[in-house]
């Protein structure tokens, strides 16, 4: 029964695959990877407009902290999911897992696609906003440039290309990179709002009703009363804490997975949430006069910057804003691949396998990687026909993610005490008491909610023009994805499989002992922390 894999591949096995990455991220660079999914000064950034100039600065203040808290009961929910899940196919995979063998394809197929769109919006998206981002910052400097949505697409296309041969190299050179993040995206916001405070005087900075209470209540949307308006200020918070079991799609090359990858959704998703309405009140503070943004640039984030800090120190401090969205898909289209990959891998996508081929020279799934290029591009393209309609691929990413997330939590409760269905925790583990129950079901009914709040139009009159696709383009993959599924996918998709070698199993040799023994004693149930054993 002894084998020679080390105890996390030795675990992989057990859930079914063969190990097919080298473990290269450390403690430090799996957190590291978590806050930068999120990327928190470029995501605030790219969606500050839609709080502040629909429903008014008190949407922005307090959607943002209304927001992180729900996400936390979310970020939990799925950390001790992917503990006990750690491979790359993420909530994907555990999903299966987690209901009877009888439906076990279905679902399988229903979150695998809900996921991919939902990623591959968040890529196409953040791109997308970082293309935006640079093109606001020549209008500063060039006030009469004129930014046209060819001259966007185009940028936004060939920063994916970018992005798509960057994540060719090795995973070693992909860990040692993404080390680095965390600190300039967490070191990039906090100096934005020392240098806010340090530079708006004390009486240009707006009065506490207008950044917390009533006066801060202001609709533009053209015809939503106050309260829908208010909400629509939480697509900038729920678009920026999304995409968490990103984390999860690098497990198999994550070292100690099991208690690395949940601790750092856990830690990103707090960290992310405190920092992040930090920002946004210094942000509605600092502002200035609403009727002036978003200004030249079309970017009210940077708008201030450049009222308070000089055009020449905004711009400075705007390049790693840029270069943190710069990140944020760099690590998106990381995360993104393996799930193509693990789909593939299991028959999920009709290529034969063609996609779930691990590149000898790299150790990285290439091909997987490049169809994720190609495909983050094509959402981008809405602007050429409208460029309202392209914002829906921002609402996109949290809705579809946001489901294929509920999906596995809402099943870990229905078929708890199933017959066919085993949970064993891995060491992130709320309990099956109050807490467990209370971030489940305040997590999903928080979810179905801004479901409905990002499939509202966000401006009336409402036109072909300005219509919010997202709710659309969501249903309409669902729909399209099960008329394939029913017409022709059930003879080859059966779910999530194992991939071992027929020796492999034999050599493990596990037994119904030792798969009940992976379950964790109560005191083992708990946030991991580091050890001297564990080192960054």
């Not at 290529?351 to 590149?359: A, K, L, P, R, W």
């Not at 209370?438 to 966000?458: D, G, M, Q, Y």
Request: with cysteine; aromatic share 12%; proline share 5%.
């Amino acid at each position: 029964m002894p084998t020679i894999v080390d105890d996390d591949d030795r675990n992989l096995e057990v859930l079914g695959y063969k190990p097919s990455f080298k473990r290269e991220f450390s403690n430090l660079a799996t957190i590291s990877f978590a806050f930068s999914i999120m990327g928190l000064c470029s995501s605030v950034a790219t969606t500050f407009n839609t709080p502040l100039l629909l429903g008014g600065p008190a949407s922005a203040t307090w959607c943002w902290l209304l927001g992180s808290c729900m996400c936390f009961t979310l970020g939990s929910s799925i950390a001790e999911i992917v503990s006990a899940f750690p491979t790359c196919g993420g909530l994907y995979t555990a999903s299966a897992q987690l209901c009877p063998p009888a439906h076990r394809p279905v679902v399988g197929w229903i979150v695998g696609w809900l996921n991919i769109l939902g990623q591959v919006a968040g890529i196409s998206s953040t791109e997308f906003g970082l293309a935006t981002m640079i093109w606001g910052a020549v209008s500063i400097t060039s006030p009469d440039f004129v930014v046209t949505p060819g001259k966007t697409v185009g940028l936004f296309a060939a920063l994916l290309i970018v992005h798509g041969t960057l994540n060719s190299v090795a995973t070693k050179h992909l860990a040692y990179a993404t080390r680095s993040f965390v600190f300039v995206n967490l070191g990039t916001t906090i100096i934005i709002v020392i240098v806010l405070l340090a530079t708006t005087p004390r009486s240009e900075m707006h009065a506490a009703g207008y950044v917390f209470g009533t006066q801060g209540i202001i609709n533009q949307t053209g015809g939503w009363n106050n309260g829908i308006a208010f909400f629509l200020g939480l697509l900038s918070v729920q678009w920026t804490m999304t995409d968490y079991d990103a984390t999860a799609h690098i497990s198999e090359e994550v070292r100690r997975a099991a208690y690395a990858a949940p601790t750092a959704i856990f830690i990103a998703v707090i960290g992310t949430g405190i920092l992040g309405w930090i920002l946004n009140i210094v942000l509605v503070l600092c502002s200035g006069p609403i009727e002036n943004l978003p200004g030249v640039s079309g970017s009210a984030f940077l708008q201030i910057m450049a009222l308070r800090m000089g055009a020449h120190v905004a711009l400075f401090l705007w390049s790693f804003v840029c270069l943190t969205a710069f990140f944020v898909v760099q690590t998106a289209l990381q995360a993104c691949s393996r799930t193509i990959y693990a789909f593939s891998r299991d028959h999920g996508i009709p290529d034969n396998g063609y996609f779930g081929h691990i590149s000898e020279s790299t150790q990285t799934p290439l091909r997987a990687i490049w169809l994720t290029t190609v495909l983050s591009i094509l959402p981008g393209l809405l602007d050429l026909a409208s460029p309202i309609a392209a914002n829906a691929i921002f609402a996109l990413t949290a809705m579809a993610l946001d489901l294929s997330y509920i999906i596995p939590i809402f099943l870990r409760r229905l078929y708890a005490n199933h017959p066919e269905v085993h949970f064993h925790p891995g060491p992130f583990y709320m309990g099956s008491g109050f807490l467990g129950w209370a971030a489940n079901v305040t997590c999903i009914s928080w979810t179905l909610f801004v479901t409905v709040i990002f499939a509202l139009p966000t401006v009336f009159p409402v036109s072909k023009d300005n219509m919010n696709y997202a709710s659309v383009i969501t249903v309409g993959v669902v729909v399209l994805s099960g008329i394939w599924y029913i017409l022709s996918a059930h003879r080859h998709y059966h779910g999530p499989t194992s991939n071992l070698e027929v020796e492999t199993k034999e050599k493990l040799d596990i037994t119904e002992e030792e798969d009940a023994a992976r379950e964790f004693t109560e005191d083992e149930k708990k946030i991991p922390v580091s050890s001297s054993e564990d080192p960054v």
